[in-house]
Antibody
Framework: QVQLVQSGAEVKKPGASVKVSCKASGYTFTGYYVHWLRQAPGQGLEWMGWINPNSGGTNYAQKFQGRVTMTRDTSISTAYMELSRLRSDDTAVYYC????????????????WGQGTLVTVSS | EIVLTQSPATLSLSPGERATLSCRASQDVSSYLAWYQQKPGQAPRLLIYDASNRATGIPARFSGSGSGTDFTLTISSLEPEDFAVYYCQQRSNRFTFGQGTRLEIK
C-alpha cells in the first residue's frame, strides 16, 4: 500500500537548521508531486511548498522563500525538507503528503500524508 | 491570498444526527476545494476533492457540494468515529486552508 514514513522528532536551537525526510513506498516515487505542510501546536494547516520528484523542480510558498529547500533522492524514494534560520514560531508538526494524481502538470490534492515530524525550536 | 472561512468553529451533535459544515472563500475558487478530516494525534485524511468527489475509501455518508465561494460538507448520519476536526482547502491559487471546524459529541 502507499505509505510515507517520516523521520523522527527533532529539537533545535533558534538559528539552526532542520532537515526532515519522507520515505515513499508502494508507488512510483517519480510520478507524483510531494508537498510539505506544517501545523503549529493547536493551530491549523499551512502549505510550505512542493517538489516534483521526477525533475527536481520546486515551488515554495512566499512565506518560506529563502529559508526552505526541498530536495529528493530518487534512488531511495525519499523527499527532504530543510528549513533554516529556525525561530520559536517554527515549532510545529511537519508533514509530507503525496499528490493525489499520477503525472499531473498542476499539483492537485494531498493524499496520503506522512505521519508527521515534530520539530521543536527552543533555546 | 485566498482566505477560507469555516463555520461554525465548533459543532456539537449526537451520533445519528446530520452534520452540516460550511466553508466560504474570499474569492471564486470554482470547484477547486477539498475537505480533510483530522483526529487527535493523526495526520489529516482527504475526504472530498473537487468540491463533491469522495476520495478512495470514504463512506457514502460524507458528501460535498458547492462551487465558486460557498461550499458545504455534509455527514448524513454521524458515527462515533466522525467526531474530529474538519478543514477545507483550496487549490485555485496556491494552497490555503480554513481554520477548521471541531465536530464534538453533544
Amino acid at each position: 500500500q502507499v505509505q510515507l514514513v517520516q523521520s523522527g522528532a527533532e529539537v533545535k536551537k533558534p538559528g539552526a537548521s532542520v532537515k526532515v525526510s519522507c520515505k515513499a513506498s508502494g508507488y512510483t516515487f517519480t510520478g507524483y508531486y510531494v508537498h510539505w505542510l506544517r501545523q503549529a501546536p493547536g493551530q491549523g494547516l499551512e502549505w510550505m511548498g512542493w517538489i516534483n520528484p521526477n525533475s527536481g523542480g520546486t515551488n515554495y510558498a512566499q512565506k518560506f522563500q529563502g529559508r526552505v529547500t526541498m530536495t529528493r533522492d530518487t534512488s531511495i524514494s525519499t523527499a527532504y525538507m530543510e528549513l533554516s534560520r529556525l525561530r520559536s514560531d517554527d515549532t510545529a508538526v511537519y508533514y509530507c503528503a503525496r499528490d493525489r494524481i499520477f503525472g499531473v502538470v498542476t499539483p492537485n490534492w494531498f493524499d496520503p500524508w506522512g505521519q508527521g515530524t515534530l520539530v521543536t525550536v527552543s533555546s | 491570498e485566498i482566505v477560507l472561512t469555516q463555520s461554525p468553529a465548533t459543532l456539537s451533535l449526537s451520533p445519528g444526527e446530520r452534520a452540516t459544515l460550511s466553508c466560504r472563500a474570499s474569492q471564486d475558487v470554482s470547484s477547486y476545494l477539498a475537505w480533510y478530516q483530522q483526529k487527535p494525534g493523526q495526520a489529516p485524511r482527504l475526504l472530498i476533492y473537487d468540491a463533491s468527489n469522495r476520495a478512495t475509501g470514504i463512506p457514502a455518508r460524507f458528501s460535498g457540494s458547492g462551487s465558486g465561494t460557498d461550499f458545504t460538507l455534509t455527514i448524513s448520519s454521524l458515527e462515533p468515529e466522525d467526531f474530529a476536526v474538519y478543514y477545507c482547502q483550496q487549490r485555485s491559487n496556491r494552497f490555503t486552508f480554513g481554520q477548521g471546524t471541531r465536530l464534538e459529541i453533544k
